[in-house]
């Protein structure tokens, strides 16, 4: 097939679709939704998450993290409180002075050293040795996007550990396709030296690296760097998830060749209907995307067996994003289930190969049902 570059009508079919697909959604929230209340919900639950972000601060106290590019990493501790009312994957945004009987709602925030953060990132141990999560948004997200996802993720599949958002200057809006992976190319080196970070923590054990559509990308990208440094100490602590990855599959190819197998392996979570995906694809010449891949396909099973890395189909999971892009967020509220069926003999999340998700028996059977396709095909 010719791939040819995307013709000026092509652009124009994208942003006409990208206007009607957001027609129907609320408004945005602005950093208002960050104003610190004070007061957490009776009855709800409270988050605490650790923030480390290559967004530079503004503001007249510097209480803002902007679009503009920090030189150095900025740190903070913010707790959420979430409502009693709180529905699994699902952020209730304040539509107005925030409500903590009803709203997700600020509660604290404070700014980090380098040495308090990692000191208290550590210090999170609940009685055996630390757990660290961290989760890498993707593009077209703000700074309170970001953080109000995560903190929905944590509160859902009850993470006890230590959450750290790496949050990467997107410019939040829909057409800065091109600002944000140029944004995402500058965070590559400090996500890198984040998780050299957060492995040097005594006895933790391994890191799980979440990396979102875009942050995905970056997520492959950094760990390209550390094999490439050499940092086998850092990469073998790591624990790799990337949801919806907005990767050119040769693109993918090139950096598992230097990345290498990962032990448990790397999981890649995609859907073929994903639309934010298939308009990347027009956007780049039509060039697949490893978000996107068909696991029916016996050439994807073949090569995810050769790769060592685990492809899971999660077009099963109901999505209420016009975009079918953020499946992955309810998949915080499967954790427990999951986490029963592994201790009970369930599926083995150590295999490689390619793998379809049974969302009901998830959520609601006991065990967490992947049915193995055959290379051969379905």
Request: net charge neutral.
């Amino acid at each position: 097939m010719v791939r040819t570059e995307p013709s000026t009508t092509i652009l124009r079919l994208v942003a006409c679709l990208l206007a009607v697909l957001l027609a129907g959604c609320a408004a945005r929230p602005g950093p208002d939704v960050l104003q610190v209340t004070g007061v957490p919900a009776a009855g709800g639950m409270v988050v605490t998450l650790y923030v480390a972000t290559t967004r530079a601060r503004g503001g007249a106290t510097g209480e803002t993290f902007t679009t503009e590019r920090a030189m150095t990493m900025n740190y903070e501790r913010v707790t959420l409180s979430i409502p009693p009312t709180h529905k699994p994957g699902q952020i209730e945004w304040p539509a107005g002075p925030p409500n903590p009987a009803s709203d997700f709602v600020t509660v604290e925030r404070a700014p980090l050293d380098k040495a308090s953060f990692t000191r208290e990132v550590g210090a999170r141990r609940h009685g055996r040795p630390p757990e660290i999560g961290v989760f890498v948004h993707g593009y077209n997200t703000s700074f309170q996007e970001a953080l109000f996802r995560f903190a929905q993720m944590v509160a859902d599949a009850g993470f006890e550990g230590a959450p750290v958002l790496f949050a990467w200057p997107s410019e939040g809006t829909e057409a800065g396709y091109l600002a944000d992976k140029d944004a995402a190319t500058f965070s590559r080196d400090q996500l890198a030296d984040l998780l050299t970070q957060l492995t040097r923590i005594p006895h933790s054990r391994k890191v799980a690296v979440v990396g979102h559509s875009m942050g995905g990308w970056l997520t492959a990208e950094a760990l390209r760097q550390l094999r490439l440094e050499g940092r086998n100490d850092v990469v073998n602590q790591l624990q790799v998830v990337l949801a919806a990855p907005d990767i050119d599959v040769d693109v993918f190819r090139a950096q598992m060749a230097v990345i290498g197998p990962l032990s448990p392996p790397m999981v890649v979570m995609v859907s073929p209907d994903d639309v934010a995906l298939s308009l990347s694809e027009h956007l780049s010449a039509d060039r697949r995307r490893i978000g996107r891949l068909d696991v029916r396909d016996p050439r994807v099973a073949e090569a995810s067996a050769k790769a060592r890395i685990q492809i899971v189909d999660i077009s099963s999971i109901g999505s209420a994003d016009l975009f079918r892009h953020d499946r992955f967020v309810a998949l915080a509220a499967m954790y427990p289930a999951i986490s029963s069926a592994q201790k009970n003999g369930g599926h083995d999340l150590s295999q490689a190969g390619v793998f379809v998700l049974d969302a009901v028996d998830a959520t609601v059977s006991s065990p967490f049902v992947l049915a193995r396709r055959a290379v051969s095909g379905p």
